[in-house]
Structure formats: C-alpha cells, structure tokens
C-alpha cells in the first residue's frame, strides 16, 4: 500500500519535497520549486513577493541609459549651433556625439572645427559621469 501524503493525509504521496523531506500528493506539490505547499508559503512569505517583477527591470535601465545619450547630444547639437552663430565666421560645422553606454560615437559634416572637437570631449566626459554614476546607484 502507497504511502499516504504528510500534509494533507487523503491521497497517496508521489513526491518528495526538496526542502523538507516529507512525501507528499500532487495536490501539496509544486513541481516548477520541486517543494511541497507548505515550503512553498514559507519561501513566498520570505522573499516578499514573486521573482517575477525583477525581469523587466534591466531593460528600463538601458533605456534610460539611451534617452540621458540622446539628452546629451541634443544639447550638445544646440550648443554647437550656437557657437558657431555666436563665432559669426559663417562656417557652420555639423557634428554630433552618440553614445553606446560610455562609447561615443563621432558623427560630424563640414569641417571638423576645434570648437566641435573640444565640445565632443567634453560631451564624452559628462557621458562617463552619467554612465559611472548610474551604475554606482
Ligand atoms: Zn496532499
Ligand atoms: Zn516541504
């Protein structure tokens, strides 16, 4: 005769809790943790809630990662336009920065002035404090 289950005593036991070691039914079983029911409240009661909700999570980041890149490049477009009208030498340089993470990515038309050159270090550290700084959060 098949031993009968340790929580709830009705049905034959088929499986074994990997947690606590009790034979139990498949009614007092979760097979996706491999532990019975009564494990299975305790590890839910003690992580809060379920694992699920943290999956999304990376994917927000990066996203955010990508509009502060974009933020930083259309400043630095304006801020381009803006030197070049204030410099009034009627050559206008078209340039942008695009980061990937920390990597910016030159992107220019026209002559490459110095201005440009300077502003797209510039532009490239602040990237890395943004990025260094979204990290260390
Ligand atoms: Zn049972
Ligand atoms: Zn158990």
């Given at each position: 005769m098949a031993e009968k289950c340790g929580l709830c005593g009705e049905y034959a036991a088929?499986?074994?809790c990997e947690s606590c070691g009790r034979n139990v039914c498949e009614n007092?079983?979760?097979p996706q943790r491999?532990?019975?029911t009564d494990c299975l409240s305790k590890i839910?009661?003690?992580m809060g809630q379920p694992t699920e909700t943290s999956v999304g999570y990376p994917q927000k980041r990066l996203l955010l990662l990508f509009f502060t890149g974009f933020l930083i490049v259309f400043i630095g477009m304006a801020l381009m336009i803006m030197s070049s009208l204030l410099s009034g030498t009627?050559?206008?340089s078209g340039g942008a920065v695009i980061f990937i993470g920390p990597i910016?990515?030159?992107l220019g038309s026209g002559p490459f002035s110095l201005q440009v050159?300077?502003?797209a270090i510039v532009l490239t550290v602040i990237g890395v404090i943004f990025f260094v700084r979204d990290k260390r959060r």
């Open positions: 088929r499986y074994v007092c079983f979760d491999w532990v019975c839910v009661g003690r009627g050559s206008v910016p990515i030159l050159f300077i502003l």
